[in-house]
T-cell receptor, first 114, second 112 residues
Framework: NAGVTQTPKFQVLKTGQSMTLQCAQDMNHEYMSWYRQDPGMGLRLIHY???????DQGEVPNGYNVSRSTTEDFPLRLLSAAPSQTSVYFCASRPTGRTNEKLFFGSGTQLSVL | GENVEQHPSTLSVQEGDSAVIKCTYSDSASNYFPWYKQELGKRPQLIIDIRSNVGEKKDQRIAVTLNKTAKHFSLHITETQPEDSAVYFC???????????FGAGTQVVVTP
């Protein structure tokens, strides 16, 4: 199994541009999520999904959209990038929506918005 | 919602010494407390977790303790080695289908 795969690894955007961060998992996990990691602020939940067709907001959802059309994929869309969205983004999955299960993280995407 | 505070933010220890990281949580209904380790440039990985019906759990050189009355839990690393240098995150959740709340992280540096 490849686990959780994120692309791209690095991205530079100009303010106002849009882009999609890709996330795919091959473990048949029901639960997928997106976190952003900023210095001194830990991992903050952006959006999550407990199954195909079901998404919900996390702690910091503004400026981001998600969809879950298949079990495997959970893309994160930045609608109009802002410098405040400069961060490292991690996709994570686990077998079900139950929080007492191990989270499997992708390798991360380092995003810079100029 | 749940709030998790983690201390210290940085910790420097001599190789072979012990390291202790403490987290406090706000919601008394929290019942699951995992710890994730993130090496430089890598993804976070689960190293140990504890549930509210257990007071202590050990796995080789790492252990986690939970004090439900005081609402805090701690990570203990004994006989530290250079490969223990990393950022450690604590987390907690309040129910089976809720959201996992992470602490801000502790940068641990083990010096030879």
């Amino acid at each position: 199994n490849a686990g959780v795969t994120q692309t791209p690894k690095f991205q530079v955007l100009k303010t106002g541009q849009s882009m999609t961060l890709q996330c795919a998992q091959d473990m048949n996990h029901e639960y997928m999520s997106w976190y952003r990691q900023d210095p001194g602020m830990g991992l903050r939940l952006i959006h999550y999904s407990v199954g195909a067709g079901i998404t919900d907001q996390g702690e910091v959802p503004n400026g981001y959209n998600v969809s879950r059309s298949t079990t495997e994929d959970f893309p994160l869309r930045l609608l109009s990038a802002a410098p405040s969205q400069t961060s490292v983004y991690f996709c994570a999955s686990r077998p079900t929506g139950r929080t007492n299960e191990k989270l499997f993280f992708g390798s991360g995407t380092q995003l810079s918005v100029l | 919602g749940e709030n998790v505070e983690q201390h210290p933010s940085t910790l420097s220890v001599q190789e072979g010494d012990s390291a202790v990281i403490k987290c406090t949580y706000s919601d008394s209904a929290s019942n699951y407390f995992p710890w994730y380790k993130q090496e430089l440039g890598k993804r976070p990985q689960l190293i140990i977790d504890i549930r509210s019906n257990v007071g202590e759990k050990k796995d080789q050189r790492i252990a986690v303790t939970l004090n439900k009355t005081a609402k805090h839990f701690s990570l203990h690393i004994t006989e530290t080695q250079p490969e223990d240098s990393a950022v450690y995150f604590c987390a907690s959740s309040t129910d089976s289908w809720g959201k996992l709340q992470f602490g801000a992280g502790t940068q641990v540096v083990v010096t030879p």
